[in-house]
Each structure stands twice: as structure tokens, then as C-alpha cells.
């Protein structure tokens, strides 16, 4: 049988957002592609697969990331072809920035962001090097680009000479967990956690594009009106955050502001519950689902102005400049002490996030690869 086969790889190894969006789209596929569906995965001793994923025919790959980003670099440069790789296969769906060369089969490329174009210093050297280098390759090689946004799509557009009718926008969508928790799980996972009573929530990598410092420096300006307020970073360190945490202790905010790492899953809806105000000083996001995953747990969010972040959460959420600390003071104050704004913001958000759902992303990417797949029988009985 001819499968399709996602690249899985980011949820394998959970990686933040791409490993979300693979992860749910692929668990949305799969009733309405029954028995068709494959995933790959590279590092597959590290591999940590997650229900349903894990019941999936797959194809593994031994090589860890960088061995396999080289090889594919190779195949491309040297124009070898990777089909035997995923075998049998009639279609793959390339989901982390790495699309394989292919002879004699099809391809779907999910292009996130550009933001190593647009922000280069916000990325590692060799990153940056490699993107840079393969972009236009993988683009050139894919039968269709799925772009996650509205803004995305007019990245590539501009950066790229990718024709108009092979790029499909299609969002992303929030998990039906994502829903307002109880005040009894609140209430547990506050004392769990250890969390003051109102807090300021921003959930992501830590990495220099998400611009923690405009948000620290917010913080330390709203302490002085709100000082049992509390600020709760959710997420892994990334890269190159040592300019972030210089920050932080620089406004002498080390002891202020709650790092609490990694947080599993079933916690996220209880976090983004029991928050004030979520809050995303990004500098740029290809798409941004933390803040929609907010909205649904009926949590204000205050938002950059930038990238995709106005198309995604619309005017159901505060939007703020990201190099402007004294108005994201102002937005933050505001949210705090205003109940009707609140309540305002909780009601909009709720019903924006509930248009964005993983079923309707699965059935498009669902639309796009029959497409690929009917124009490529065509070419080859022509």
C-alpha cells in the first residue's frame, strides 16, 4: 500500500510549537484518512511517540538531527534521491523545515515562519547557514506549501519565487483540552505549583525572538502599582538566551519572576486558567498558538502588533507595539484593574479561539494532498 507519510520528528522528540502542530495534525488525520496514514521520524533511539501517533506504520530513521539534516543537505547538493527511505510510500509531508529529495514521488511542505530571513540574529550561526543555504531548495522541490498563516504566505512571496497557485494557507487550530478549568483544579495546581494569586503568564522557548526583556521591563515598571502581582515564565531555555536572563537580573527581577521550565500537557489549560493576563512581546510568529490556546481557557491576552499575531487573535485581544515597554505596562495595568475589559476580553477571546480548530487543518491539508496527488497522476499518464 501507498501511504502518506508526515515527518513527525518534532513531536517525536517535542520540540514547542512544530512539535504541536505535527503532533495534532496528524491525530486529526487520522479518521479521515484511514489507513493510509505513516509518519517518519529521525533519532529514532531518542524517539518518544505519544498516542495515537505510536499505533502508526512508520518509518524510522537511526541518524540524529544534525547527522540527518546533513544527509538531506548532501542528497540535495549532489542530487541523490531519497525515495528508498520511505518506502512504500505515495506522498510525503514534510513538517520541520527538512523536505528529503525525491525521484519519483510528491511532496507537501509546511513552511512555519521565514524569521531566520527576518531576523537573523535571533537564530545560531549555523542555523541561520543552513536554512538560509536549503529554504529555496526544499521550496523549489515541494509540490505545494502549506503556509500557517496569512502572513507567512506573503513571506515566501516576497523572499521567494514561489508560484501563487502551489501556496495554501491553513491555520492552525487549538486542542479541544484548551477549555476553562475548574476553580478546584486551579486552586490544586496554584498550591502545586507554588503560584501568587494573580499573576502575568507568557508560555514558550525562551529564545531572544520572543523579546522577554520588553515584557521584564513592563513588569518591573508595573511592580511599582501592583507590587503581589507575580510573573510566570512557562517553557524550555532555547538558544542563545543568555542576553535574556542578563536582563532579568540587570532589572534585579531574578527573584520576582517564576521560571517553572517545562510544563506537562494535562497542566497547560489549568496554567493559562489560572492567569491574569497572558502575555506574548514576540518579536515575530509565524503563526502563535499560545495565545489562542489562552483565549480558549478564557484568559486575556496581550499580543505584539507584528507578523501574524493581529491576523490570529484578531480583535479579541490587547496589541501592543514590541519595543514599547512603557505601553505594555499600560496594556498590563489596564487589563488588571478594569473588570468589564476583562470580561469584554474573555467573551471575544473565547469565540476567536473556537474558529480555529485541528479538524478543519486537517481536513484542508487533507484537500491539498489529493490535489498534489491528482496532478501528479495526471503528469504521468500524460
Not at 511517540?49 to 541518524?63: G, H, I, K, Q, Y
Request: with cysteine.
Amino acid at each position: 500500500m501507498s501511504f502518506i507519510v508526515v515527518d513527525v520528528s518534532a513531536a517525536a522528540h517535542h520540540r514547542a510549537g512544530l512539535g504541536r502542530y505535527a503532533g495534532e495534525l496528524v491525530k486529526a488525520m487520522i479518521p479521515l484518512l484511514p489507513g493510509r496514514l505513516a509518519i517518519f521520524y529521525h533519532d529514532a533511539k531518542r524517539a518518544n511517540l505519544f498516542p495515537p501517533l505510536d499505533t502508526l506504520p512508520a518509518r524510522p530513521c537511526p541518524l540524529p538531527a544534525k547527522a540527518w539534516r546533513l544527509q538531506v543537505m548532501l542528497a540535495h547538493l549532489l542530487r541523490w534521491h531519497m525515495d528508498t527511505l520511505i518506502r512504500p510510500a505515495g506522498l510525503f509531508h514534510a513538517t520541520d523545515h527538512l523536505l528529503p529529495p525525491f525521484r519519483a514521488l510528491p511532496s507537501v511542505f509546511t513552511l512555519h515562519d521565514l524569521i531566520f530571513r527576518l531576523y537573523p540574529e535571533t537564530h545560531m550561526p549555523l542555523n541561520r547557514w543552513f536554512l538560509s543555504l536549503m529554504m529555496p531548495r526544499f521550496l523549489r522541490c515541494a509540490d505545494a506549501v502549506i503556509a500557517v498563516s496569512e502572513c507567512t504566505r506573503r513571506d515566501v512571496l516576497r523572499w521567494y519565487r514561489v508560484p501563487e497557485e502551489r501556496i495554501y494557507v491553513i491555520y492552525e487550530g487549538v486542542d479541544v483540552r484548551f477549555r476553562p478549568a475548574s476553580p478546584e483544579a486551579i486552586a490544586a495546581l496554584r498550591a502545586r505549583y507554588s503560584l501568587p494569586d494573580r499573576f502575568i503568564l507568557y508560555v514558550g522557548t525562551i529564545e531572544p525572538r520572543k523579546n522577554l526583556p520588553t515584557l521584564f521591563a513592563a513588569y518591573r515598571y508595573l511592580l511599582e502599582r501592583y507590587p503581589d502581582v507575580g510573573l510566570v515564565i512557562a517553557g524550555k531555555a532555547g538558544w542563545l538566551t543568555q542576553g535574556t536572563f542578563r536582563a532579568l537580573r540587570e532589572m534585579g527581577l531574578r527573584d520576582r519572576v517564576r521560571f517553572l521550565g517545562y510544563v506537562p500537557d494535562d497542566d497547560l489549560p489549568i496554567l493559562y486558567s489560572a492567569a491574569s493576563v497572558f502575555a506574548l512581546p514576540s518579536l515575530y510568529e509565524g503563526f502563535g498558538l499560545p495565545p489562542l490556546e489562552a483565549m480558549a481557557c478564557g484568559t486575556p491576552v496581550i499580543v505584539s502588533d507584528t507578523s501574524s499575531l493581529p491576523e490570529i487573535v484578531g480583535e479579541a485581544g490587547l496589541r501592543v507595539p514590541p519595543d514599547r515597554p512603557a505601553d505594555w505596562t499600560a496594556a498590563l495595568a489596564v487589563t488588571l484593574a478594569d473588570e468589564s475589559l476583562r470580561a469584554r476580553l474573555r467573551e471575544a477571546g473565547l469565540r476567536q479561539a473556537a474558529r480555529f480548530k485541528w479538524a478543519e487543518t486537517a481536513r484542508q491539508t487533507a484537500e491539498v494532498y489529493e490535489r498534489v496527488l491528482q496532478l501528479w497522476n495526471e503528469r504521468a499518464v500524460g
